[in-house]
């Protein structure tokens, strides 16, 4: 099977036999030595947003899904975004589990490229039990330029069952 044909076997999977989950956005933390403090004062740090999301274990226990989200950006305009991501699984006691891995994902944002949705690969990592997890990501200081980059991004995923 070529990876065309791969890929699509493995969305169709995560889609079947996926758990459903709500994910919920809430805060975006902007770095304090990249930005002024005139700047995130200006900036929306409270990115509240929905999304859905299917979620599988691998064979190994490890999580991949598939996701759908809007958010309120920085500049509090609607962000949708939709993406997959992996990650490596290792459980902490009886329920509870980090996780890390990365996630690619197509963001359309008014402020880059018109509106127009790009591509990003980006770190995500998570904490919580199979079913609640509190998750995270991570963007880069994208240039030496004050103000571009440098966000953690953080929502919650609750599994519907």
Known sequence: MGWWDSAKAKVNKILDEGDLSLMVAGHTHHGRGTYTKERIAELNEHTWGLGFSKAIRTKEDNEELLYTMVIS??????QPMAGYAYQWTKTLGDK?????????VLISRT???GGIPFPVILPVASIGTRSTKLMATYVPRLSKNKGNGDVLF???????K
Request: proline share 4%; aromatic share 20%.
């Open 73 to 78: 950006d920085s500049h509090f305009r609607p």
């Open 96 to 104: 509870v589990e980090v996780g890390a891995g990365a996630t690619g």
């Open 111 to 113: 402020d880059y490229f």
């Open 154 to 160: 953080m929502f919650v995923r609750f599994e519907l």
